[in-house]
């Protein structure tokens, strides 16, 4: 049964109260104003009869004689193959002129979790020819990461080439106060591609009302788990999801929280983590790997954003003067794939690689201070430089073998097998005569 | 499950995980679990505060679709676990409920409202008593035992039972079923109690049927050089591994939980990655216990409320790991309780504050935060039963400090209370140096409490030699900082040699690779021994004509070391190497 009810009682923030009876926590509501406007609510709170809902257009210009219409169920998405090469906007409607999807089942957005025993353990490595990820932090299928970015680094750019390179089955993109230029970016980039017939879209941008942004990833996410429960490998790219939690923060204001830092919610971290925890690869069927931009306020990983993300994540990629940083960066997953699927000089390289780096880095410092160059130094030195040209840059595009072997190269005309801290039966096997 | 209070009430109020609940008819509780019917759903709860007739109450479930008016059933009984054989090799959700027995529609998600028995009611057990009629007992008294994987599960006598009690009669050995009764005790007042294999206790208070708490008298040996030789912990003791994100703090627990030298492992996944689970649930089984034989997931439980789990019910999850661990430990048993993360349970202490609009302290955690913490860890404990028999609960938490800080509250609540302290340092893991704790910073109270038992246990000298490496460390790391503000250049040879050797303990000493076979974990032997070479290299005086050559001396006796660490104790390599550093050793002491 469907209940209409006439007149709202308060607005605060984007919240609207109105006294209805009958009513379920997380039901969806449209509110109508009486010059037609029509908007999507939810409701987030009930106290006897007085119901709060959140408002996701916002409630700019929203009257208090405003119609609310409760429908009886939570927020729905309709799934069917043929959201394949379409675009939407962040509450679901079609935002690229053909009509709405019809006969399709609907499904309630921000199920349940998988069950942890009907999860495998993650086994496919994925090549982005990128050495900073391949070799140092490989991505894994059904890993969710985030690549931690400074203002104004390409970070979206990157989103879209690993998204490419990834040969997934499916592409679903949430964007999420996306500027319509970045929204065209990775328009044009999929079309390009040819990835756009297997590619959903779901698209806010920052022209769109703040709360609606909070549909995004569970739109992205739910459509996501069907394809993936059928059998598909499905990649799930959000930009932005300091955009989101953004929008978290308003809405916990509107309710009075008390913040615990900066203003976010106590629940940040579960609200993060219900999103990020989608990522799986269920025993017996597909997988969904989740790629998404965190930018970083004031280029600070401390901030709770970046913070409470990468407390989620299976690690992150930080992007700083458009490059993959070595220190900042993490996949947690990557010793499920290195060696094992991927050669047996993998982890003694990375490893070696990145301590040497951290060494140079030392010297570059000393330098820098005005210091004397030993001897050692300038071997540090140079290697430091090699580093950066032959992994760091961003343009290098070598498959994963061919970066190993540039790592056992640049090791080697820099320092004596002994100095490189690896042990002894893969050195005999593998450093260059 | 029927609710046996006659207690109802009805729903008035819906914000988050928190439902509001006018009592209709009888009585409640604080902490009593009660049912909220949602159509054909019903969802488990707990009260957490009372005022007159209303009542808050926490919903374990997604509490979608509760409305005003729904119906709530009260149980009359507080949130508890269950005890009995069959707890080892399991993994349950939050309310111990046994994940791979809820099954769904598709069979991938964890659909609400589905409860099942902890423990397979059917399953027959070979009891074998060892109590007679007429015999006195106390609560926690062995009334028998049946074999349980590699242990002998004791048949208990009621946790709860005040006072001493008389064996009325007991069956004889063989196979029976959980609920069966076994044995029929008398109080004083004449008052008959039917014992079976299987009893409830409340999760969050202690059992304490036990004469009394010791003070740690050994340690228990984990496998982890930094943490046996550096900063033990005690068998029986606490310890915490704060650390920002991606430092190594669930690598290392799962390091703990594979080699820790305990009779049992609970594995408390609390508020983290389910994925980081599913590596436990797929490995253990796999991998051999070397000191039963059997697999290690025979020694193991598993909690798991992971972060996209209901929040609700990961406050409960650690208390009911901590409940099932004291359970064991009244069996005079070794258990190791391994809580990843404690703070995503403190969060869950803020959430519901923050929801019940409690006065907010530091970062909006509620003021109580600090005796909950205290409460948690003194659950921990070596004790000794009323058979004069030891057992003993180990605790180990991380906690996952906002911005990697440490002077958050709960890593202060947190220090206030433990006996060992792992601190995690972003640069080292940074720099790929693991177990990225950090020597300097971190700290032990047992290794000074223990240090007659450690020298008599492990080496007359023990204590003392970690004594001169720690301040060798200290100095080593002091010329460090030293050659930063002077340079290289600015420092004698003597002094580049102490920071030099401090560098190589800390690599082929401290560092441990956590993915090979052999380094992986270090029988306490094996330290001792080769802890002992490491100290002869780090007290003797060598000479160098300049500081290239000390550098390329101790780059080869570093590498002896580290490549040392991947040899079999006693392999001929390994002998090979030990021989190696002592020539060495031998040609630079210039003493
Ligand atoms: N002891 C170790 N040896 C090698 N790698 C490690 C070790 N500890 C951590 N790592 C690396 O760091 C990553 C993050 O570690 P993890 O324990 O998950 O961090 P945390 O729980 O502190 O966030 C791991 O996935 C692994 O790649
Ligand atoms: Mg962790």
Redesign the interface.
């Known amino acids: 049964m469907i209940k209409t009810y006439t007149g709202i009682t308060n607005i605060i923030g984007d919240i609207a109260e109105v006294y209805a009876k009958g009513i379920s926590f997380g039901e969806l509501a449209i509110i109508t104003n009486p010059n037609g406007e029509s908007t999507l609510a939810q409701v987030i709170r009930i106290d006897r009869d007085k119901v709060s809902l959140q408002v996701f257009a916002g409630t700019k210009g929203l009257s208090t004689r405003a119609t609310v219409r409760f429908l009886n169920h939570p927020m729905q998405v309709k799934f069917t193959e043929q959201l394949l090469g379409r675009i939407f906007t962040g509450s679901g409607e079609p935002m690229d002129g053909k009509p709405p999807i019809e006969n399709a089942q609907a499904i309630d957005i921000a199920g349940p979790s998988v069950n942890p025993v009907r999860r495998i353990i993650p086994r496919n490595f994925i090549e982005t020819r990128i050495p900073m990820i391949d070799i140092f932090n490989p991505l894994v299928e059904s890993q969710k990461l985030p690549i931690f970015s400074e203002a104004g680094e390409p970070f979206n750019e990157l989103l879209a080439r690993i998204g490419l390179q990834a040969k997934a089955d499916i592409i679903i993109l949430g964007g999420i106060g996306l500027k319509f230029d970045e929204y065209i970016f990775f328009r044009e980039t999929f079309e390009q591609g040819g990835v756009m017939d297997r590619t959903v879209m779901f698209v806010h941008t920052a022209a769109d009302p703040v709360v609606e942004r909070l549909l995004v990833p569970d739109l992205a996410l739910a459509v996501a788990e069907q394809f993936g429960i059928q059998g598909k490998r499905v990649l799930v790219l959000l930009t932005d999801m300091t955009a989101f939690a953004d929008a978290l923060k308003e809405i916990s204001v509107a309710m009075e929280q008390v913040p615990s830092n900066l203003g976010f919610p106590g629940s940040l971290y579960s609200d993060l983590a219900s999103r990020y925890e989608k990522a799986v690869d269920f025993q017996g069927a597909g997988s969904i790997t989740t790629l998404a931009v965190t930018t970083m306020p004031g280029g600070d990983v401390t901030h709770p954003v970046p913070d409470n993300t990468g407390y989620i994540t299976e690690g992150q990629y930080y992007l700083k003067n458009s490059m993959i940083n070595p220190f900042g960066s993490l996949s947690r997953l990557k010793q499920l794939v290195i060696g094992k699927v991927t050669r047996k000089d993998h982890n003694a390289v990375m490893n070696a690689m990145i301590r040497l780096y951290a060494r140079a880095i030392e010297s570059q410092k000393k330098i820098s201070m005005g210091f004397e160059k030993t001897p050692t130094d300038e071997r540090y030195l140079r290697y430091g430089e090699l580093f950066e040209k032959r992994f760091m840059d961003l343009r290098v595009d070598v498959p994963l073998n061919e970066a190993l072997d540039n790592g056992w190269k640049t090791m080697a005309e820099c320092f004596e097998p002994q100095e490189v801290g690896i042990q002894k039966n893969i050195l005999d096997e593998f450093w260059p005569a | 499950m029927s609710d046996v209070s006659g207690t109802h009430g009805v729903v ?5 995980n928190m439902v ?1 609940v006018e009592i209709t008819a009888g009585k409640t509780v604080q902490n009593e679990v009660a049912f909220v019917q949602v159509g054909q759903e019903r969802l488990k709860a707990e009260v957490i505060r009372i005022q007159g007739d209303i009542a808050n109450m926490q919903v374990f479930e ?8 729904m119906n709530v059933d009260f149980t009359g009984e507080l949130l508890s676990a269950t005890l009995a054989p069959g707890l080892l090799g399991m ?1 349950y959700d939050g309310l111990q409920n046994p ?2 027995l ?1 099954e769904n529609r ?7 409202g589905q409860y099942v028995p902890s423990i397979d009611p059917e399953k027959k057990w070979e009891f074998h008593p060892e109590v007679s009629v007429g015999d006195t007992v106390k609560a926690g008294a062995w009334l028998g035992w049946v074999p349980e994987m590699h242990i002998k599960h004791r048949i208990l006598a009621p946790l709860g039972i005040l006072g001493s009690t008389t064996v009325e009669s007991v069956v004889p050995g063989g196979a029976y079923s959980v609920h069966d009764t076994l044995v029929v005790l008398k109080n004083k007042r004449g008052d008959t109690v039917k014992v079976s294999m299987l009893q409830t206790w409340p999760v969050k208070k202690a059992i304490k049927a036990y004469r009394e708490r010791l003070y740690p008298n050994e340690l228990m040996i984990t496998g982890c050089r930094i943490i046996d030789s550096m900063f033990p912990v005690g068998r029986g003791g606490t310890a915490c591994i704060p650390g ?3 430092a190594g703090k669930t690598v290392l627990q799962q390091l703990l939980s594979r080699y820790a030298a305990a009779d049992i492992i609970i594995v408390v996944a609390c ?5 980081e ?3 436990t ?3 253990f089984p796999e991998l051999k216990d070397p000191r039963t034989g059997g697999s290690l997931m025979d020694r193991t439980i598993i909690i ?1 409320n ?4 209901p ?1 609700a019910a990961r406050e409960a999850s650690i208390y009911t790991g901590i409940t099932i661990a004291e359970y064991y430990r009244e069996m005079g048993l070794d258990v190791l309780v391994l809580a990843d993360s404690t703070s ?1 349970w403190a ?1 869950a202490l ?2 519901m504050s ?1 929801r019940l609009e409690e006065i ?1 302290g530091e ?3 509620p003021a109580y935060l600090e005796s909950r913490v205290a409460n948690l860890y003194e659950r921990a404990g070596l004790v000794r039963l009323h058979s004069g028999k030891t057992g003993a609960v180990t605790m180990i938490g991380t906690v ?1 400090p ?4 440490f002077e958050e509250p709960v890593t202060q609540a947190t220090l206030k209370v433990v006996g060992a302290f792992h601190g995690l340092s972003r640069k080292r893991s ?3 140096k693991y177990p990225a704790i950090d020597p300097l910073d971190s700290w032990s109270l047992y290794t000074e409490h223990l240090k007659d038992d450690l020298n008599a246990q492990l080496d007359p000298h023990w204590v003392e030699m970690l004594q001169y490496i720690a301040s060798a460390l200290r100095r080593s790391a002091e010329i460090g900082r030293m ?2 503000v ?4 600015g420092i004698s040879i003597d002094d580049l040699s102490l920071y030099l050797k401090g560098d190589m303990f800390d ?1 082929a000493y401290l560092q441990q690779n956590a ?2 076979d052999v380094d992986a974990s270090t029988p306490i032997e094996r330290q001792v021994r080769d802890l002992k070479l490491m100290h002869k290299a780090l007290t003797t005086a060598f000479h160098f004509d300049d ?2 050559g000390a ?1 390329k001396f101790f ?2 006796l570093q ?1 002896a070391f ?2 040392k660490n ?1 040899c079999p104790m006693g392999s001929s390599e390994y002998l090979d190497y030990e021989r190696k550093i002592e020539e060495m050793i031998a040609s630079g002491d210039q003493s």
């Open positions: 008035v109020g819906i914000n988050g509001t997604d509490t979608k679709g509760i409305m005003v008016g993994i994940l791979r809820l598709q069979d991938f998600f964890l659909m609400r920002p994100f991606g508020g983290e990655r389910a994925g689970v599913v590596e649930i797929y490995e798991c992971t972060s996209s789990m929040v995503r969060q803020r959430e923050g907010p970062e909006a955690f996952s906002a911005g990697g800080n940074d720099e790929r050659m930063t002077v340079g290289e250049e690599a993915f090979n500081k290239p550098r780059a080869s590498d580290y490549q991947y």
